[in-house]
């Protein structure tokens, strides 16, 4: 219904390298996500507007916002955003960085050095399972992210993302040109689309297949396997070793994160300042 007010609202905001995700969650349901394309030149107020913008399209009011909580690998956004969330919400929203409890042991050489889309993938991705698990996020970059059976988080992998890479063909072959990231009839592609995409779909999948399986055989635990991140459901289809696809898996360890640390009116917790009336 549109122009209603939720009860008690959290924003979550995962800002990536490509896309702005948000999530709005009341109480601990998600009940609206959206994205909008990640601007490095957009001010406070832009993002302001952007944000009201989105709400309305899904007919929530901008005062039905509680809290927030970002999470961020493009600082020069960061700032942005939150002055936007700050202006437009009168709240101080909770940022993913160090010092945040996690729940999770970092065990890279230099934790500082982990992306916050990745701790926050590990942190949900753990909470769901409670045992060994990679996360497989198609985004910007195709990122392998693995925890142990006891809620460390070890390392992973990072490759080139899959628009990232056509991409980058397209402007090196010149007689190539850009196609629809869709599944094509069959492996054996019999025309040049298909063929582009049979090698984006399939030969992702078999990357994905093998690294997992190489992951496994090295970390020696059961693991489960999660993917997420915008092209997820295309390629995991057709993988072997992806267990299950969660698109929001981000938005959830956000709604984690900011209830483990922030005390709020609906009864989570909240650190940083209180909401300005």
Known sequence: MRGTTLGCVLLVVDIGNTNVVCGLYQDRALCHAFRASTRTGGTSDEYAVMLRQMMDLHGVRSGSIDAAIVASVVPPVTDALVGAIRQGFHTDPLIVGPGLKTGISVLYDNPRDVGADRIVNAVAAYDRVHAGVIVVDFGTATTFDCISPQGEYLGGVIVPGVQLSLDALLV????????????????????????????????????????????????????EVIATGGLAQLIAKHSTTVGSVDINLTLEGLRLLYERNARSECGSVRPRGERTP
Do not use: I, M, W
């Not at 090196?172 to 040049?192: K, S, Y």
């Not at 689309?193 to 399939?202: C, F, I, K, M, N």
């Not at 297949?209 to 970390?219: F, H, M, N, P, S």
């Open 172 to 223: 090196r072959a010149a007689r190539l040109t850009r196609v629809e990231l869709a599944e094509p009839p069959r492996v054996v592609g019999r025309n040049t689309t298909h063929a582009l995409q049979s090698g984006v779909v399939h030969g992702y999948c078999s990357l994905v297949d093998g690294l997992v399986q190489k992951l496994k055989r090295e970390l020696g635990f059961p693991c």
